[in-house]
């Protein structure tokens, strides 16, 4: 129970810390800090600092396909998709930095093998989470994806890291509203929400 209760303080710390300083800026030590342990006990949780930012990774995946999922049961089409965005919006605000966090872990996985893998592996399942909601938002509506679900996700996952790094540079960047019209759009899916507020 007790190593169960520290591993969740080690997180809630390394997350402050990654969201505060970088992956590159943040250490064990200063994680160790924030969670008001000896780095000794950090190590003993988590082998490095890829590791913490990995079960950071994880169970934000798990939390995010789990209310994915519920969104695209409970709604179909376009609605379900404005749900999806809306969701992804306030998780953007509860986790502000989130994103660039994740851009920056990318780039510097791209240059070493090991770090590069573990997060393809992590990349899949989020993608794969995307694409299975899409894909019930489409079935009760009868439409086809104008692509396969998979590129659907893959384009949505995409597009979420490059907004926050172009609001970045330029906080008014792409309005949500605007987004929202966009993707809709993209997916196909503003059509179908004409012809369903027209009925």
Known sequence: MQVARNRDLVLAAARQVFLARGYAGASIEAIADEAGFSSGVVYSQFGSKADLFFALLERRIETRALQ????????????????????????????????????????????????????????????????????KLYQPIGLTPPVPVRSLAEFLQAGTVGVALERAANPDALPNHDAEQLILRALGLLDAAATEEGR
């Open 68 to 135: 994915n999922d519920r969104i695209a049961k409970e709604f179909a089409g376009a609605d379900g998709l404005r749900e999806l965005l809306r969701a992804g919006q306030e998780d953007a605000a509860t986790a502000p930095g989130w994103q660039h966090l994740l851009a920056e872990f990318r780039a510097i996985a791209l240059r070493d093998a090991s770090l590069s893998r573990r997060y393809s592996e992590a990349h899949a399942r989020t993608v794969d989470g995307i694409a299975s909601a899409l894909e």
